[in-house]
Nanobody, 120 residues
Framework: QVQLVESGGGLVQAGGSLRLSCAASERTFVSYSMGWFRRAPGKEREIVARIDPMGGRTYYSNSVKGRFTVSRDNAKKTLYLQMNNLEYEDTAIYYC?????????????WGQGTQVAVFS
């Protein structure tokens, strides 16, 4: 089974940028749709973005649309989340996830998460 490891989190000032990465352990990465989720303190986990196996379709939550960009490099078995113009409300633990389905993405496989903290 694919294992996922996130990296790239950190402390950043509001208005700044971060790029998260999610490295997969198996070549079967290319057969999965991938997603980024986040869990803010005291809140439920929410989807941030998802991308289909070839990168042709993407989805963003309204809260990040226009600021975040999801992408993937199948040759490197890596998923990315470019986060620009960060806001305090983006503070959360960010998780990457893999699912066989893009349309009904729920998350079959999860990484351990990476912390993003935004200060104003």
């Amino acid at each position: 089974q694919v294992q996922l490891v996130e990296s790239g989190g950190g402390l950043v000032q509001a208005g700044g940028s971060l790029r998260l990465s999610c490295a997969a352990s198996e070549r079967t990465f290319v057969s999965y749709s991938m997603g980024w989720f986040r869990r803010a303190p005291g809140k439920e986990r929410e989807i941030v973005a998802r991308i289909d196996p070839m990168g042709g379709r993407t989805y963003y939550s309204n809260s990040v649309k226009g600021r975040f960009t999801v992408s993937r490099d199948n040759a490197k078995k890596t998923l990315y989340l470019q986060m620009n113009n960060l806001e305090y409300e983006d503070t959360a633990i960010y998780y990457c996830s893999a699912d066989r389905s893009y349309v009904s993405f729920k998350g079959d496989i999860w990484g351990q998460g990476t912390q993003v903290a935004v200060f104003s």
